[in-house]
């Protein structure tokens, strides 16, 4: 009787330690030290019916009635960092990138060095923090042979658009995106909690992919028609807006 009472006991305390176990949407139990990967991978829709973004082919605004073939659409994002389950960040190093549709590889962002733990969520600024923008030349995304810097401005395009629209008084459009001070700064960071606040378990080797959606839509949401002017190429209110408009849309999709 007293053995059946111990099994009884030790029964009892492994539900309770199971019970207590943090949800694990990977159900993955190996939380060693040691490092894994995180991808950020950004995919692009039109719209609001969130048919797929296409480059090179005419697409229809609901809002303005334009129709915009776009031949550029390149944007930055800085400065990721994962955040744990205790609040504290996992900082990105060096972390800039250039996301240029015309090249499907530069969407989906890869970090090789994360500590393994587990996490809640993601925070992502959307353009270059202004301490990199009066550094003077720069490598990488930021080497001004991108085509994203304005040398007589010292300052990055955010976002660059540019195409071709029935509407636009001269055929092209081009809208470049940028500002980094007072009211004409475009630069944000925004924080994404994960699915349903489930917590991501990150083990050793593992890859966790973090599926963000995008809008270029959303750039034309107040400003209207490429008829009220088909070009931006300094800061200023319009820009602001514009810019607010596409990144405020921006969400989390997917974890997996």
Sequence with gaps: MKRFSLLVAALAVALT???????????????????????????????????PFEMNRALYHPISGDSLTFTTFKHYISNVKLVKSDNSTWDA???????????????????????????????????????????????????????????????????????????????????????????????????????????????????MTVVMLANPARLWHTYGSVSNGETIHMPGTEATQMAEDFNVWTQLDEVF
């Design 93 to 207: 190093t060096e972390s800039y990138h250039l996301l240029d549709l015309s090249n499907d590889a530069s969407t989906a962002v890869t970090f090789t060095d994360v500590p393994t733990g587990d996490y809640t969520g993601i925070e992502i600024t959307f353009g270059v923090d202004s301490l990199r923008n009066v550094s003077g030349a720069q490598t990488g995304a930021l080497d001004p042979a991108n085509g994203m810097f304005w040398s007589w401005n010292s300052g990055y395009i955010m976002i660059k658009a540019e195409g071709t629209s029935p509407q636009s008084a001269s055929g092209p459009f081009g809208y470049h995106i940028g500002g980094f001070q007072g009211a004409n700064n475009v630069v944000v960071t925004r924080s994404f909690n994960f699915p349903n606040s489930e917590t991501y378990a990150l083990g050793k080797d593992e890859t």
């Design 17 to 51: 330690l199971s019970s207590c176990k943090k949800e694990d949407v990977n159900n993955n139990d190996d939380n060693s030290s040691g490092t894994a990967t995180l991808v950020v991978d950004f995919n692009y829709v039109w719209a609001m019916s969130s048919q």
